[in-house]
């Protein structure tokens, strides 16, 4: 089995800053892709940004410049820094890896975190 476990959600005012943190802990063999995707009320989940394992990343255009997304390959940890909030930023924010749980090709799994909850004020 494999855990993820998320932490750094909260409330801040816009302009305000939050650091989101997922460790990913349990039968890994190997981590692929690692990234945050955000569900606002009502609305579908969308991706935030990512990072390959390669250290390639991809952003949301609207989180462009704000947010960056690293990762800690020794924690099997993956992390976003939140600049620059902004009410529309309010969302759950969900981590998700891609890894393989053994040597075997067909062990990849697709984990997903339990969310964790950003409301930015205006």
């Known amino acids: 089995q494999v855990q993820l476990v998320e932490s750094g959600g909260g409330l801040v005012q816009a302009g305000g800053s939050l650091r989101l943190s997922c460790a990913a802990s349990?039968?890994?063999?190997?981590?692929?892709?690692m990234g945050w995707y955000r569900q606002a009320p009502g609305k579908q989940r969308d991706l935030v940004a990512r990072i390959s394992s390669g250290g390639s990343t991809d952003y949301a255009d609207s989180v462009k410049g704000r947010f960056t997304i690293s990762r800690d390959n020794a924690k099997n940890t993956v992390y976003l820094q939140m600049n620059s909030l902004k009410p529309e930023d309010t969302a759950v924010y969900y981590c998700n890896v891609g890894l393989y749980t053994s040597s075997w090709y067909a062990s990849f799994y697709d984990a997903w975190g339990q969310g964790t909850l950003v409301t930015v004020s205006s």
């Open positions: 349990g039968s890994i063999f190997s981590i692929e892709t």
